[in-house]
């Protein structure tokens, strides 16, 4: 049940021991000044009762406790018994000396009753509140990601199988205790019999026994009223699909069974976890929108999502976007610069492409309506098929026509066997001449050299703010942690930004 709104109030006495102790120009004081927590409080409600159960602690204090836990990397514990005794802590929670501190188990209780949705939303708040002071500007955005390392040990293969076959054989033992004991022997038995063997084979044996256990498991029929067990025996399952499907598809590969949102990635050198993608107002230096992906997730495709993401909570438009190498992809090009979709004046580093000594495919004309290639030598080809990756139209020349031309020493090295020359016209090509064009302009100079502005806000998350480990496991739990990393960084540069002001017109 929402507890009362002020129950706690000040005394003399508090006031006289805070004005004493703390600075008056103590970093929290400028805290309480600049941003509106109170206003937090409606978003907070939603997830608590109106009237059944007993009443809770107060949620502007839980989200201030919160706020300090991750401004100065603290555990649950250690911000519960530094509050206890720091006196700016105390003036900042708003609370009385004589008033005892909750149990720190209560803040894991908070995290999870609020949700990555609720903190989601209290970020974008607090970005609200920045804009209504005038603070957030909407010409650029500059966009950028770096590696959060999975709080998992990384498990082998036959580690991970093993796992993941107790887990379903845990969530299965409800419904058939029998069966699940029967199958924990064979895997026993599994064991001892292959300890000779190659480590192939013996991942061959736990696969084909993981399989048969996943086909008794997916036949089990469910309760009239699932509940939480069903829940757990259904993860379970998926899980080991995977976990089984992972043999084949390994760009994708299930890491950990504790874990199983994270994922491998390269980011400088390869790590197991996910990836902090944010985007940032460069003339602020306020983070604007926020995610979370998987190691190997598609940080290009993102980006969309970030700016939809801010411009659907905000009602803004933003001009212009700055994004690393990874953005020059003809879709995503196409994106955000559609005047119809985003519209955005996008500043990325154009791909390097090698020199050639030969033709390459601008100097085939293409004729979309007669579905027509013309090669520098006049001969046009009428096949084409799309390409793998459904960006452009292969055409191909046939051999004959090739072996008979007179450019043929500058249109290949060699002729090969079976065909002659092919060409694929990219659907995206304007795109990618535009991006070129523009990265020869003083704008885009004048753009990139802002870059390096949200990389530094990257590292203050990471390095100053613990960000660099996830504290939990899950996917949603790391995107928690690093909203309120994000909110305590916006914090401290609204701060700074309103005190720079209130300088100059002083």
């Not at 997916?218 to 993860?235: F, M, V």
């Not at 005047?339 to 601008?362: H, M, N, R």
């Not at 079976?418 to 304007?430: E, F, I, L, P, S």
Request: aromatic share 6%.
């Amino acid at each position: 049940m929402v507890g009362p709104r002020s129950p706690r109030l000040l005394g003399e006495f508090d006031l006289l021991v805070f004005d004493t102790v703390v600075p008056p120009d103590h970093y929290l004081r400028r805290v309480i000044q600049c941003i509106d927590f109170e206003r937090f409080r409606g978003l907070m409600s939603t997830r608590y009762s109106p009237d059944q159960g007993r009443p809770s602690e107060d949620s502007v204090v839980m989200l201030k406790l919160e706020f300090l836990q991750y401004h100065d990397n603290l555990s649950d514990r250690n911000v519960m018994g530094r509050a206890a005794t720091d006196m700016a802590y105390r003036l900042f929670l708003g609370l009385p000396l004589t008033v005892m501190l909750a149990h720190p188990s209560l803040l894991s209780k908070f995290r999870g009753r609020l949700g990555s949705q609720i903190h989601s939303e209290i970020f974008d708040d607090l970005v609200a509140q920045a804009r209504q002071l005038g603070l957030v500007k909407d010409r650029l955005r500059l966009k950028d990601a770096t590696h959060i390392i999975a709080n998992v040990a990384i498990p082998s293969t036959l580690r991970l199988l093993a796992e993941v076959r107790e887990k379903l054989l845990s969530a299965a033992e409800p419904y058939d205790p029998l069966h699940s004991e029967g199958e924990r022997v064979r895997a026993d038995v599994i064991r001892q019999s292959d300890e000779g063997l190659s480590q192939e084979d013996r991942l061959v044996a736990r696969v084909e026994h993981l399989t048969e256990i996943l086909l008794w498991a997916d036949e089990l029929p469910p309760p009239s009223e699932p509940d939480a067990a069903w829940q757990k025996l259904c993860a379970a399952r998926e899980l080991a699909h995977k976990v089984l499907h992972d043999r084949q598809n390994k760009k994708d590969r299930t890491v950990s069974s504790q874990e199983p949102d994270a994922r491998f990635g390269k980011h400088g050198k390869s790590f197991c976890g996910f990836k902090l993608d944010i985007s940032m107002d460069p003339d602020s230096k306020i983070i604007t929108s926020l995610g979370v992906i998987p190691a190997n997730g598609d940080e290009a495709a993102n980006a969309t999502k970030l700016i939809e993401h801010e411009q659907d909570v905000h009602g803004n438009c933003v001009g212009a976007l700055s994004i690393d190498s990874i953005g020059f992809d003809g879709q995503r090009l196409a994106e955000w610069c559609d005047p119809l979709g985003l519209d955005l004046d996008v500043f990325v580093p154009p791909k390097v492409e090698p020199p050639s000594d030969y033709f390459v495919a601008e100097d085939f004309e293409e004729d979309s309506e007669q579905e027509t290639v013309t090669c520098p030598a006049g001969e046009k080809s009428y096949r084409r098929n799309r390409n793998e990756k459904d960006t452009g139209w292969m055409y191909r020349f046939r051999r004959a026509t090739c072996a008979s031309c007179p450019l043929l020493s500058r249109c290949m090295k060699q002729l090969p066997q079976d065909k002659g020359r092919t060409v694929t016209k990219n659907d995206y090509q304007a795109y990618y001449d535009a991006a070129r064009s523009k990265a020869k302009t003083e704008e885009y100079q004048q753009v990139r050299k802002q870059h390096p502005a949200v990389e530094r806000k990257l590292w203050e998350l990471m390095v100053r703010h613990g960000g660099r480990r996830a504290r939990s496991r899950g996917q949603p739990r790391v995107l928690l942690q690093q909203l309120m990393t994000g909110v305590v960084v916006n914090v401290k540069r609204i701060v700074r930004l309103l005190e720079s002001n209130d300088a100059e017109f002083a």
